[in-house]
């Protein structure tokens, strides 16, 4: 507290991140980062973009990243808005479009993010119970609701829902802004940027950090019908004009039109995730069926808190979320094939 | 206008950056860049840093990046914040510690995100009148202010206040936070960090976008004790985690640590603005003294907007202000030795 601080600042609960500890030979399962590196081709055009024009401010408006985006989706770039994160994004979402008379909407076990945005916008908030199973049933987003926000698959559960009850959703509340926020979205769930073109109240956020391998640049994007992306733009440049800085908007371009980096990438990681799945659930552990590249798991007779800790020991970090419901799981990022086997062999060890 | 929008959207006036356009051999004196590349040492730092690390978040806390700036300045880490770009400083300074009972004071003529910032966070605000001769008086703060910012030098005047008068005004107003946004503070004017020991209240904002030649980059920091950086940080934390990424952190700290570089240029530049000054002055105009790597002058006979047009059909794009007091003065960045020549004779041209 400081009588120096706005008011606003008093009341704030700040987002706690997955650590981000600086120990050699740490197996660090807790943050959800990509295990393989970005490809070669991103690399050389980052070295390529480090030149004497950094002295020049980066293209305001990203058109060329923006560009390289829609030219995957096959939509029109005046259907993308880019940003520094997806985290930017979203904080720019909950200030230009989220925050209306009637409540926002998200489910109660979700990213940890979302309160934090409410908070920092004063934006009256209701959350939306999960099933048992941790199903997000959409059709119970009650009609008082003033816009509607949530993770697909979801986050921590990996948990997805479908595309159909997406589009039933938008339809149902077509004055409603319904953000799908996707940053793990390509690992076995189906991104709703198909349903753009049908609903002007749709807004779908994705990243670079997750199955593109480049957490380390800050990269993030947000897909919607102009309409929408005037609202982000008119925060965006009340807020810093040039979100995207020229080297990372250098490698994003670049991982963008990677195709088959990305797919060998993310198959990879799904396969492992089945793995690693079979071998928790040959522990005990009841898994989550997961869509992301993370699971989220719980052993019915040893503590989440006591099993992260002696993971520690073993310097394995997995992340361990001390709020209701959830306080008996772990939420376990899926490594490299050696950092998953070394997982399963230190659990088993643990569970012995 | 949407029904999508959030209230606060609907009345925005997004700032509007001097234009980045794509125009080959064009001589861009509109956006203050630096003339002179980074240095081969800030960018060996950045190529070494485009490696299969930037699958991993940056620091949160850009720790490295924070002891650079201390170290620069001789003063603790915990003395120093880190953004992306002093405008997402000055964004989160505005939210965080800006806003208060009493309204914000700044200069009538100053850089122009400021109103900008104040309406995106609703803050009352109470304009301080430049003297004729565009001097920023700090005694003529009102008491009743509840804050106050202000650049220093100014922009877009280049005109600067005295150390003791920044201190003065800290001492008067104990209890009201104090931003000084030194932009443009390596071209000549005293920095305010000096300050921040003794004044609880005094928070000074710096980026590397101008002097140290990596706009591209977007990096910026503040310095002041931690108390006010504490409430920037609660705010960070509500907004996004990791403003700073990987590459831009490594190029910062290397220009950081490249004082030769940054002296060395700074003074060219400030050089040539001497020799623009003069040129300009034998041409008619009436020119502000600058300090900063830009110059504020007016042709006592020369409409500025046509002396603007007249310049950009040769190729030069200068900034005009249509802004009350000021719009019959062109803003001018001080380039390479060459652009300043082909400035000056251009406009010998024109005014022929």
Not at 26 to 53: F, H, M, Q, W
Not at 216 to 242: C, D, M, T
Not at 291 to 301: E, K, L
Request: glycine share 6%; charged share 20%.
């Amino acid at each position: 507290m400081s009588r120096f601080w706005s008011k606003v600042v008093h009341d704030l609960t700040p987002y706690t991140p997955g650590e981000q500890p600086k120990i050699a030979n740490l197996i660090k399962l807790n943050t959800n980062e990509c295990p393989y590196p970005p490809s070669e081709s991103v690399l050389a055009a980052i070295r390529a973009a480090a030149s004497g024009d950094l002295r020049l401010y980066p293209d305001p408006d990203s058109t060329a990243l923006r560009q390289a985006i829609a030219d995957y989706y096959g939509i029109g770039r005046d259907h993308v808005f880019a940003g520094n994160g997806s985290d930017e994004i979203l904080a720019f979402a909950f200030q230009a479009l989220l925050n209306h008379d009637g409540p926002l909407v998200y489910p109660d076990i979700t990213y940890s993010f979302y309160p934090v945005y409410s908070q920092l916008n004063q934006i009256r908030t209701e959350l939306l119970p999960l099933d048992d199973d941790f199903t997000l049933d959409l059709t119970r987003v009650p009609a008082h609701a003033g816009a509607i926000i949530f993770p697909n698959p979801n986050a921590p559960t990996g948990k997805c829902v479908a595309l159909g009850d997406i589009a039933a959703l938008c339809e149902r509340m077509p004055d409603r802004v319904i953000v799908v926020d996707e940053a793990y979205v390509d690992f076995g769930a189906e991104t709703a940027v198909s349903l753009v073109k049908n609903y002007p109240n749709l807004l779908v956020v994705q990243t670079f950090s997750k199955s593109r391998a480049l957490a380390g640049l800050r990269v993030g994007f947000a897909i919607g019908q102009p309409e929408l992306l005037a609202g982000l733009e008119r925060v965006k440049n009340s807020f810093n004009s040039y979100p995207v800085d020229r080297l990372a908007s250098a490698g994003a371009i670049a991982a963008m039109e990677d195709r088959a980096g990305f797919e060998h990438d993310r198959q990879r990681i799904m396969t492992s995730r089945t793995w690693v799945n079979d071998q928790l659930s040959a522990l005990g552990f009841d898994v989550v069926p997961s869509t992301a590249n993370f699971v989220f798991a719980r052993h019915p007779q040893r503590d989440a808190g006591e099993l992260a800790l002696a993971l520690r020991a073993k310097a394995i970090i997995v992340r361990h979320f001390r709020l209701p419901r959830i306080d008996q799981h772990l939420r376990i990022t899926i490594g490299t094939e050696a950092e998953c086997t070394a997982l399963i062999e230190a659990l088993k060890e643990i569970l012995a």
